[in-house]
């Protein structure tokens, strides 16, 4: 069982940064791979980016690539976006996700997820 809460959204101007945080409870968080999620009111859930139990292979949703870096940090139970030339568009919840391969995790098949944190970039 995983526990997954994130947090570290907040309002911010456009072309400014933020960093989110995930915080894993459970003794397996090492072995999961992770990702980041949005939804926009009114639109699909999207992909934001993922990252593989080990760290080594990361992948980036289209709209976010060049601007936004997901790591994490098996020590700490813990992974992050961070969030660079933020724009309106990204204005979202950001959800943070736990599942058994980076593939399926970015497919948004995961086992765990979380309850999300607000990001708001105003113009």
């Known amino acids: 069982q995983v526990r997954l809460v994130e947090s570290g959204g907040g309002l911010v101007q456009t072309g400014g940064s933020l960093r989110l945080s995930c915080a894993a409870s459970?003794?397996?968080?090492?072995?999961?791979?992770m990702g980041w999620f949005r939804q926009a009111p009114g639109k699909e859930r999207e992909f934001v980016a993922a990252?593989?139990?080990?760290?080594?292979?990361?992948y980036n949703g289209d709209s976010v690539k060049g601007r936004f870096t997901i790591s994490r940090d098996n020590a700490k139970n813990a992974v992050y976006l961070q969030m660079n030339s933020l724009k309106p568009e990204d204005t979202a919840v950001y959800y943070c996700?736990?599942?058994?391969?980076?593939?399926?995790?970015?497919?948004?098949?995961?086992?765990?997820w979380g309850q999300g944190t607000q990001v708001t970039v105003s113009s």
């Open positions: 996700a736990a599942g058994t391969s980076i593939l399926t995790t970015r497919g948004g098949d995961n086992n765990y």
């Open positions: 459970g003794r397996s968080f090492s072995t999961y791979a």
């Open positions: 990252i593989s139990w080990s760290g080594l292979i990361t």
